[in-house]
C-alpha cells in the first residue's frame, strides 16, 4: 500500500506495510528505511519552521502592545543586547 503525504506542492509516495495481530487487526507499519529518514528529515523541518512561526507571532503580538501603550518600546541596541 502507498501513502501519500503532501509536502508544500508535491506528494511524496510512501512504500506501507501493516503488521496485524492473530485477528487482523492493524498493530505496527513498516516503512523501508530510506523512507523512513525522509521522513524524519521532513520532520526536523516542518519544526523548525513551526518555531520560527511561533516567534514571528510572538513578535507581532509584542508590536501590537507597543503601539497599544501596553509596552515599552525598544531599542535595536536593547533588543540586540538582550540576546
Do not use: C, H, R
Amino acid at each position: 500500500m502507498y501513502l501519500y503525504i503532501k509536502f508544500k506542492t508535491m506528494l511524496i509516495p510512501y512504500n506501507i506495510q501493516y503488521l496485524t495481530n492473530e485477528k487482523g487487526i492493524k498493530t505496527a507499519v513498516q516503512i523501508p528505511y530510506n523512507e523512513w529518514n525522509n521522513l524524519i528529515s521532513e520532520y526536523s523541518k516542518l519544526k523548525e519552521l513551526l518555531a520560527l512561526k511561533s516567534e514571528l507571532k510572538l513578535g507581532f503580538l509584542d508590536l501590537i502592545d507597543v503601539e497599544k501603550g501596553k509596552s515599552k518600546e525598544v531599542t535595536l541596541s536593547e533588543f540586540l543586547n538582550e540576546y
